[in-house]
Structures are given as structure tokens and as C-alpha cells.
């Protein structure tokens, strides 16, 4: 695609609800980050991709956090009973494999939690 | 802890002011800087990056930084906003030893007519 895609745009959960936050990268991107950002935040690192591979995930909360991209394109990102600190933008990026590690991010429009 | 700290939180100018957006980090040796901006409703995009070279930056739409090692600072400047300017600005880093970035807390940007 044109750019990097996710779903759901805004998602509401009863705490302890479990969810699953879904980003589409830009096509031949390998490397792919999700991030958290609370309400008048900066972006807050959470885990990182290469391929299939986590190479990082020293940024996820807790174990209720959890991170996956099968097959090294489509990534989701789940939390499980959630609770209402998870409330936040959960943003995606990816990167040009041609940029090495010092390229650009390119961020999607994120997806919303609120937990209630 | 490596950090990247923004001072102002909220800045608000009238059309033709000039602007400066600080941007400080800790020390971790070689860096890769970045300002990203995000305007109202649309999602985080790049302004301009620091690699190595030229110190001195210029990006998008009349921005540029200037990196002064000694400082550990990367401002963003401007010399007249405009109203369209108006977003909120988030100064990144990468440290040498990781290829996560980290960013500041932001800065808001109001630019009255």
C-alpha cells in the first residue's frame, strides 16, 4: 500500500476485555515498530521488528502485551485484560530496508484505545 | 536512562513571528536526529534529519536544525510561521546502540492569523 495502515481506528474496551490492534506496513518495508502514545505524550517505544523476527521488545509494559508478525509483513499487536492505564494511540511504523537503521520512520494513523 | 527532552510544551506565535523549538538529549555518543511533526487529524511525518555533515539542516516548508554536539541540542527553527504551521512538533533520536527512536514529550504549535 501507500503507506502504512491500521485497524482499528478507534477500538473501546471494558477493562479486562482483551484486543488486538492490527498495522499493515508499507509494502517491502523489514522493519516495523509499534509505539505507545498516552494522551499529550511523546511516542513511547514499544517493541521492534525485523522480518518475522522481535528483535526488541524491551518496551512492552507488561506480559499483558503482546506481539507478533508471522510471516514478516502484517503485525498485530494484542493486550490482553486490558485496563484503563492502557488507554492510549498505539502507532505503527516501518522502515526502508535500503535506509539501514539510521532511515526514517513511517508512522500510520494509529489506533485509539479507550478503556472504560 | 538515554531521554530526549522538549521544553516548550506549548507555543503560541502570530503569522510572520519566528520560532525555535528546543530540543535536548543525554549523552550516548553518536546520534541520528530527527523532527517530526504531526498536524491536526493526520498522522506523524518527517520534518527534517540529522545524520552527520553539515550541522546546520533545513527540511520541509522553510524548517531547519542545527545540531551542536556540544550542547547535545538539535533546535528547530523558523524564520516566519504561518498559520498552517499550526501542530504539535516532536523532536527523535537514535542513540548508537539501539535502532528504536526515542522521542520528546512534544511541543504544541499555535500560529494565530
Known amino acids: ?116 | 536512562a538515554q531521554s530526549v527532552s522538549q521544553h516548550n510544551h506549548h507555543v503560541i506565535l502570530s503569522e510572520a513571528a519566528s520560532l525555535e523549538l528546543g530540543c535536548n538529549y543525554s549523552y550516548g555518543g553518536t546520534v541520528n536526529l530527527f523532527w517530526y511533526v504531526q498536524y491536526p487529524g493526520q498522522h506523524l511525518q518527517l520534518l527534517l534529519k540529522y545524520f552527520s555533515g553539515d550541522p546546520l539542516v533545513k527540511g520541509i516548508k522553510g524548517f531547519e536544525a542545527e545540531f551542536i554536539k556540544s550542547k547535545f541540542s538539535f533546535n528547530l527553527r523558523k524564520p516566519s510561521v504561518q498559520w498552517s504551521d499550526t501542530a504539535e512538533y516532536f523532536c527523535a533520536v537514535k542513540f548508537y546502540n539501539t535502532d528504536k527512536l526515542i522521542f520528546g514529550t512534544g511541543t504544541r504549535l499555535q500560529v494565530f492569523p
Open chain 1, 1 to 116: 500500500g501507500a503507506g502504512v495502515s491500521q485497524s482499528p481506528r478507534y477500538k473501546v474496551a471494558k477493562r479486562g476485555q482483551d484486543v488486538a490492534l492490527r498495522c499493515d506496513p508499507i509494502s517491502g518495508h523489514v522493519s516495523l515498530f509499534w509505539y505507545q502514545q498516552a494522551l499529550g505524550q511523546g511516542p513511547e517505544f514499544l517493541t521492534y521488528f525485523q522480518n518475522e523476527a522481535q528483535l526488541d521488545k524491551s518496551g512492552l509494559p507488561s506480559d499483558r502485551f503482546f506481539a507478533e508478525r508471522p510471516e514478516g509483513s502484517v503485525s498485530t499487536l494484542k493486550i490482553q485484560r486490558t485496563q484503563q492505564e492502557d488507554s492510549a494511540v498505539y502507532l505503527c511504523a516501518s522502515r526502508h530496508p535500503l535506509a539501514g537503521n539510521t532511515g526514517e520512520l513511517f508512522f500510520g494513523e494509529g489506533s485509539r484505545l479507550t478503556v472504560l
